[in-house]
């Protein structure tokens, strides 16, 4: 069965500081791997996925990840945040041949000034 | 291209009452999903239907079921309502479902159980 880890409940980060957010997956082979963002009272909207290829894909809004087999992870990563990330970021995973997210806990993520 | 729609966007019902939610997907999806998400539990995978036909299901009680029309746009239906089913519940939608397509979800539709 596939898993995802989130270590992370709640990040605080200065506007303009660099973001990293980290997630752990379980799965017996190379997974699809994908990030989401949902704000208050939103859906979730797509930021960025891994399929195969580049292990470092680029997403919206400035953000990427870098798919690291070794490790089981895909990190979100963003230079400078900005006061509009603000949010929960979800990381998922699906295993071949089903189309069934399996979510982390999430991330809530704070801006500061 | 119009997203994923739900309606209503916001229910309260009181126990044991039924109630229906409603998802059209993204113009020329055919695989339309299901999600509860509660701050207890995150997010959880209820079923997927794609050509009218349920393709994977969840680990929820009978209650919960579903259905997909000819034109894609699903339902969920939730009988004997508890307090417990009080949660945001998403619908999702991709172009043939399966693990290469990407889904994308509507704003959901809140529903609270009195």
């Known amino acids: 069965a596939q898993s995802v880890t989130q270590p992370d409940i709640h990040i605080t980060v200065s506007e303009g500081a660099s973001l990293e957010l980290r997630c752990n997956y379980s799965?017996?082979?190379?997974?699809?791997l994908f990030w989401y963002v949902q704000s208050p009272g939103q859906g979730l909207q797509l930021l960025l996925k891994?399929?195969?290829?580049?292990?470092l894909v680029q997403g919206i809004k400035g953000f990427e990840a870098e798919f690291k087999r070794s490790q089981s992870s895909f990190n979100l990563r963003k230079p400078s945040v900005h006061w509009s990330d603000a949010a929960e970021y979800f990381c998922?995973?699906?295993?071949?041949?089903?189309?069934?997210?399996?979510f982390g806990t999430g991330t809530r993520l704070t801006i500061i000034p | 291209k119009a997203g994923v729609t739900q309606t209503p966007r916001y229910l309260i019902k009181t126990r044991g009452q039924q109630v229906t939610l409603s998802c059209s997907p993204i113009?020329?999806?055919?695989?339309v999903s299901w999600y509860q998400q509660t701050p207890g539990q995150g997010l959880q995978f209820l079923f997927e239907?794609?050509?009218?036909?349920?393709?994977n299901k969840g680990n929820f009680p009978g209650r919960f079921s579903g259905r997909q029309f000819s034109n894609s746009r699903s339902e969920m239906n939730v009988s004997t309502l508890e307090l417990g089913d009080s949660a945001l519940y998403l619908c999702?939608?991709?172009?043939?479902?399966?693990?290469?397509?990407?889904?994308?979800f509507g704003p959901g539709t809140r529903l609270t159980v009195l």
């Open positions: 999702a939608s991709s172009l043939v479902g399966g693990s290469g397509d990407t889904q994308y």
């Open positions: 799965y017996g082979a190379t997974p699809y």
């Open positions: 891994y399929f195969s290829g580049d292990t």
């Open positions: 998922a995973v699906k295993g071949f041949g089903n189309e069934k997210l399996t």
């Open positions: 113009s020329g999806h055919r695989s």
């Open positions: 239907y794609f050509s009218e036909t349920q393709r």
